[in-house]
C-alpha cells in the first residue's frame, strides 16, 4: 500500500527546496515517473525501488524502529556493507529526529566500544550473522545494545539471545502502525528538523580517540546544494554505492547526494562483485581514493602484460602520448589537428574499451580526494578522457570545500573553493572555512571543539 497520497507537505528552505532527507524522500515521491531511487543486486538480478516505494519502505521501518524506543537526538548503531535495508534504516532514523552511527564492518571487537560512546544508542542494526555475533560480545562487555536487529536472517535461526529481531519485523509493525493512524506517515516526513543530526561519523583517530562528528541536515543540504551549483554534482545522477557506510564520501557522495539530487543508487551484489557490477552500472560521477585509482591502474597493467601482441603495441603505442599530450594540456597546449585525429582513433581502438572494462564509459565526474594521488596514475586517467579531479574537504565540512575545475586543472592544487565557500589561510598556515557545510561542533567535546571552530 502506497502512503505518498497521505503527504503533502515538508520542511523547506529559504528557497522553497527539501529541508532534510527525508523531506527530499517525499519531494522525490511526489513526483510522478521518476527514475528508480534504488537498485540492488541480489542473486544476479537488479532488484529496483521507485522513490515512492522507497518513502514507503523507510516511514514503515520508522513507524517500527519508534515501538522499540527509538526518538529523537537517539543513535541508532549500523554495521554491514552497502544494502538498500541498510540506507532505508539510516533514513528511518533520520524521520524519527534520531540518527544512523555506521561502524566500519571490519572494526575488531575489541575496539567497538569505541565507536558507541555517543547519542546513547541502544539500537543496532547488523547487516547479517558476523554483525550480529560482534553486536553479541558488544552486550556482553557494555550492556548494550539491549535491540539488535538484522537484515539477513541466514545462520541466526537458532540464536535464542533477547532482544534479537528481524528488520521485516520492524517494518511490518510499522505497516501495522500506518495503516492503523491515518495521520502519521506526514508526521514522519514533517518531524526532522534542519538542524537535527543527519548521522553520527568519526573521525579517524590519527591524533588520539575517534570524535565524534554530528553532521545536520542543514550541512548535508547546504554542501550537496554548493557542490551542485559549482557542478560537482547534476539531478539524476547515476550513482554506485560501494564506498564504507561509515565514511564521509558514502554517507554524503551516496546518500545525501542520491536523495537530495533524486539520483538512482546502485548497489552492488557484495564486495567481491563490485567491479563486475560498475560495468554493468556505468556511473555518471564516480569517487573513489587514491589508491583504488592505483589499484585500476595496476589491473590495467597487468592485464595487458598478459594480453595479445597487438593489443600490448596498441596500449604501447597510444598511452605514452595520450598521457604526455594529458601533460601539455594541463599547462594550456591546445592540440594539433593531426593530435586531435590521433586521439579520435586511440578512443576507438584504446581508450574507449579500456573505460568500458572500468565500467568508467558514463562517468562524467570523477573525483579523488583524502590523500594525495600520484601524477603518472592522475595524468593516465586524464589521457583515457575521464575528465578525473581532485577535491577538499573534511568530514567536519561533509568533505565539500574546494575541488578541482574543468579547464582550470593543475596537478598539485585541489582547485578552487566551492560555490557559497569561503577559505583563507591564517598567519599560522592554518586552513580556515566558513560554509554552510561546516559541522557545529565536535560530540561531546567542547575542547575538540573550541580548536576547530
Not at 555475533?133 to 548494550?144: A, E, F, P, T, W
Not at 539488535?148 to 540464536?159: C, F, M, S, T
Not at 573513489?288 to 589491473?299: K, S
Not at 592540440?335 to 584504446?350: D, I, K, S
Request: hydrophobic fraction near 45%; proline fraction near 6%.
Amino acid at each position: 500500500m502506497s502512503i505518498q497520497g497521505k503527504i503533502t507537505g515538508w520542511p523547506v528552505t529559504d528557497s522553497g527546496a527539501p529541508a532534510t532527507l527525508v523531506a527530499a524522500l517525499a519531494a522525490n515521491a511526489a513526483q510522478p515517473g521518476s527514475r528508480p531511487g534504488f537498485r540492488e543486486r541480489d542473486f544476479g538480478i537488479w532488484r529496483e525501488w521507485s522513490w515512492p516505494q522507497v518513502l514507503d519502505e523507510v516511514l514503515s521501518i520508522a513507524a517500527g524502529l519508534e515501538t522499540l524506543g527509538l526518538g529523537p537526538g537517539r543513535a541508532l548503531t549500523v554495521v554491514g556493507d552497502n544494502r538498500a535495508a541498510i540506507y532505508f534504516t539510516m533514513l528511518a532514523a533520520n524521520a524519527l529526529r534520531a540518527f544512523p552511527s555506521p561502524v566500519y564492518p571490519d572494526v575488531p571487537v575489541d575496539e567497538f566500544k569505541t565507536f558507541v560512546r555517543f547519542g546513547e544508542p541502544d539500537i543496532a542494526l547488523a547487516e547479517d550473522q558476523e554483525q550480529v555475533d560482534k553486536l553479541l560480545d558488544l552486550r556482553g562487555r557494555i550492556g548494550r545494545p539491549s535491540t539488535i536487529i538484522y537484515d539477513d536472517p541466514r545462520g541466526l535461526a537458532g540464536y535464542a539471545e533477547p532482544g534479537l529481531i528481524a528488520l521485516s519485523e520492524v517494518a511490518a509493525r510499522g505497516r501495522a502502525r500506518l495503516a492503523a493512524e491515518p495521520g502519521l506517515a506526514a508526521d514522519l516526513v514533517a518531524r526532522a528538523r534542519p538542524d537535527d543530526p543527519a548521522v553520527l561519523l568519526y573521525s579517524s583517530g590519527t591524533t588520539g580517540t575517534p570524535k565524534g562528528i554530528p553532521l545536520l541536515h542543514s550541512n548535508i543540504v547546504g554542501g550537496i546544494t554548493n557542490a551542485e551549483a559549482g557542478g560537482y554534482f547534476q539531478r539524476g545522477e547515476t550513482l554506485f554505492a560501494y564506498l564504507p557506510t561509515a565514511w564521509v564520501g558514502d554517507f554524503v557522495f551516496t546518500l545525501g547526494a542520491g536523495v537530495l539530487l533524486q539520483a538512482t543508487i546502485n548497489i552492488p551484489e557484495r564486495a567481491e562483485t563490485a567491479l563486475h557490477d560498475l560495468r554493468e552500472v556505468a556511473p555518471t560521477f564516480y569517487l573513489a581514493a587514491p589508491r583504488a585509482w592505483d589499484a585500476m591502474l595496476t589491473r590495467i597493467q597487468v592485464g595487458m602484460a598478459d594480453s595479445t601482441p597487438l593489443k600490448r603495441r596498441l596500449y604501447d603505442w597510444f598511452i605514452p602520448r595520450a598521457i604526455e599530450l594529458e601533460r601539455k594540456r594541463l599547462k594550456g597546449y591546445r592540440p594539433t589537428a593531426l593530435e586531435r585525429l590521433r586521439e579520435a582513433v586511440g578512443n576507438f581502438v584504446m581508450y574507449g574499451p579500456l573505460k568500458d572494462y572500468l565500467g568508467l564509459s558514463r562517468a562524467e565526474r570523477a573525483f579523488t580526494g583524502g590523500e594525495a594521488m600520484g601524477e603518472d596514475t592522475f595524468l593516465f586517467f586524464r589521457a583515457l578522457g575521464i575528465k578525473l579531479k581532485q577535491f577538499y574537504g573534511q568530514t567536519e565540512t561533509c568533505a565539500l570545500s574546494a575541488a578541482q575545475v574543468e579547464g582550470s586543472v593543475r596537478i598539485d592544487t585541489v582547485g578552487r573553493a566551492m560555490p557559497g565557500v569561503e577559505v583563507r589561510i591564517d598567519d599560522t598556515g592554518e586552513i580556515l572555512i566558513r560554509s554552510a557545510s561546516v559541522f557545529h561542533g565536535y560530540a561531546d567535546n567542547p575542547e575538540a571543539t573550541a580548536e576547530a571552530l
